[in-house]
């Protein structure tokens, strides 16, 4: 036993030196309530500092009943929501959208881990390192969840790099709340085309829809309180924001 912990710190010794390394171990034991002993406190550490052996995995390559480390920007979060557990107690729960180069789909906050909402130390656009998260099929698709044996941490801008731009086949779907005045724009080819945009909501999120060109017109299909539906939608990632935008090849319909 003594051998595979000093075959942990080896994985690390030239980056961090032992006394900062077994304090971090005092803290993940410490954050965890002592659920984890002491060798999987280390795991979690040289995961943390990318020294583990198991790759990350990507988004589309998510199937329910695994357990992955996965890299994502956050897209979306909805509303905390307080529930009462079979014992009693009382819970709560936050779901949150992510996406990476390869789609998206919904991370899952419990409990404490929702004060990290809570405190601002993950918003809107955070890019995020989840560790040993484990999958499920949800409601709208697969979705992963920080669990008791997960560890979160919050990645620089500069450290890790997503694609601009996201075809995603998950539909946006919702009630329109409000439809704003059309506008004209002047496109690199010299021709003008027309944008206008929708805000929706989506369960217990309001989300702002982009319609471009010949779709501006099918929108003005439907009015105020209308349920919709938005298909083959364009993610961009502008200036650390995600979008949503309805092109040509998007499709629109009633729910």
């Not at 009693?88 to 789609?103: A, F, P, Q």
């Not at 309001?206 to 298909?231: P, R, T």
Request: hydrophobic letters at 35%; proline letters at 2%.
């Amino acid at each position: 036993m003594q051998n595979l912990i000093n075959n942990f710190y080896d994985k690390v010794r030239d980056i961090i030196d032992k006394d900062k390394f077994d304090n971090e171990i005092i803290k993940i034991k410490n954050d965890s309530d002592n659920l984890f002993n002491e060798n999987i406190c280390k795991l979690l550490l040289i995961d943390k500092l990318d020294r583990s052996d198991y790759s990350s995995s990507k988004i589309s390559n998510l199937e329910p009943g695994m357990e992955s480390t996965i890299f994502a920007k956050v897209s979306n979060i909805g509303d905390i929501r307080e529930f009462q557990k079979k014992n009693g107690k009382k819970g709560r729960v936050v779901n949150l959208e992510i996406m990476d180069n390869s789609g998206m789909c919904r991370l899952v906050l419990w409990d404490k881990d929702v004060d990290l909402i809570k405190n601002n130390t993950i918003e809107l656009s955070s890019n995020i390192k989840l560790i040993n998260g484990y999958v499920k099929k949800g409601l709208d698709g697969i979705e992963i969840n920080k669990g008791r044996w997960s560890l979160i941490e919050i990645i620089e801008k500069n450290n890790y790099k997503f694609a601009n731009n996201l075809k995603n086949e998950k539909p946006i779907s919702g009630r329109i709340l409000e439809i704003m005045p059309t506008s004209p724009f002047f496109k690199n080819n010299g021709e003008y085309g027309f944008f206008t945009s929708v805000k929706i909501k989506e369960k217990n999120q309001i989300k702002k829809i982009f319609i471009w060109d010949d779709k501006v017109k099918e929108i003005q299909k439907y009015k105020s309180g209308d349920l919709i539906i938005f298909e083959r939608v364009d993610y961009k990632n502008k200036n650390g924001v995600i979008e949503n935008h309805i092109n040509s090849n998007s499709i629109i319909k009633k729910n």
